[in-house]
């Protein structure tokens, strides 16, 4: 009888415990994945912003090609309006591909830091469950 009462104490207590720590666990994830949806958020904005910033790249390389083919090897005269005509658009491309490089760069540091805290909240709760 009195082996039976400790045991069933100890029953009681083990599963006050476990629904304790079951409780505490529930929450980390649930913080973790607070931390893991805004980094997959930001990553998919990354993404998009990853593509505008090569599209506009490709623009500007091909504007470059253009410029550069009608200045080089040329008499400063020669084609002067056509160059003037395309020295416009290389500009613009330029100032394209400047907008979308530092977007992209902006996004990126705000992505590594969501990653770095997703990270972070997932090796603590590692620990704290070890």
Request: neutral net charge; aromatic residues 4%; contains cysteine.
């Amino acid at each position: 009888s009195a082996n039976l009462s400790t045991a069933t104490a100890n029953d009681a207590r083990i599963q006050d415990e476990v629904a304790k720590a079951s409780k505490v666990h529930v929450a980390c994830r649930k913080e973790e994945k607070v931390d893991l949806d805004a980094k997959r958020q930001c990553d998919s904005e990354l993404a998009v912003l990853l593509n505008e910033k090569e599209a506009a790249f490709g623009i500007l390389k091909a504007k470059t090609e253009q410029l550069k083919g009608l200045i080089c090897n040329t008499d400063v005269v020669d084609n002067l309006q056509q160059k003037v005509d395309t020295a416009d658009p290389y500009a613009d491309a330029g100032r394209k591909y400047l907008k979308a490089a530092e977007a992209y760069k902006v996004k990126k540091d705000e992505c590594d830091a969501k990653t770095k805290t997703y990270t972070e909240k997932r090796a603590e709760i590692g620990r704290a469950h070890v």
